[in-house]
């Protein structure tokens, strides 16, 4: 069992890295890629979104804040998994199809991925695990 002051810490931790997650998406995204593609600027806007929601409910530790992080972290988990998946797919394709050519955005995307594991994949997936199975509600 874990006191009220480690559940407070760690509330106000998780709104932290969701805020964080957020801006580093939005920034990211909006920010430093020269090209827009609906795609990534729809992918983008939902993840920031739901983080900026969560992290908001976390703070002010509204009684809607669990389920908007538990939807929050579905959301970002599910996007995150798919952008590194597809980000390693077109790797292992640009590295296959044109050998030492493709190598260096290969490299690229691979890094891509390395950097955004944290924030889309591992982070959702620890907050799907502090959070827990959803409680029922009494008959």
């Not at 979104?49 to 409910?57: D, I, N, R, T, Y």
């Not at 703070?59 to 809607?64: D, E, G, V, Y």
């Not at 797919?89 to 190598?103: D, F, K």
């Amino acid at each position: 069992m874990t006191s009220p002051l480690d559940r407070r810490l760690a509330r106000l931790t998780f709104a932290t890295a969701n805020l964080v997650a957020s801006a580093l998406v939005l920034l990211g995204v909006f920010g430093a890629l020269p090209a827009r593609w609906w795609v990534v600027d729809a992918g983008a806007g939902v993840a920031g979104g739901v983080l900026l929601v969560s992290a908001a409910g976390l703070f002010t530790r509204a009684r809607w804040a669990e389920r908007a992080t538990r939807l929050a972290s579905f959301i970002v988990l599910a996007l995150g998994l798919a952008l590194v998946a597809t980000l390693a797919l077109t790797a292992s394709w640009l590295w296959g199809v044109y050998g030492p050519l493709g190598r260096g955005g290969a490299m690229l995307l691979v890094l891509v991925a390395a950097l955004a594991l944290p924030y889309l994949v591992a982070l959702p997936a620890l907050q799907l695990v502090w959070i827990g199975a959803p409680r029922g509600r009494a008959r």
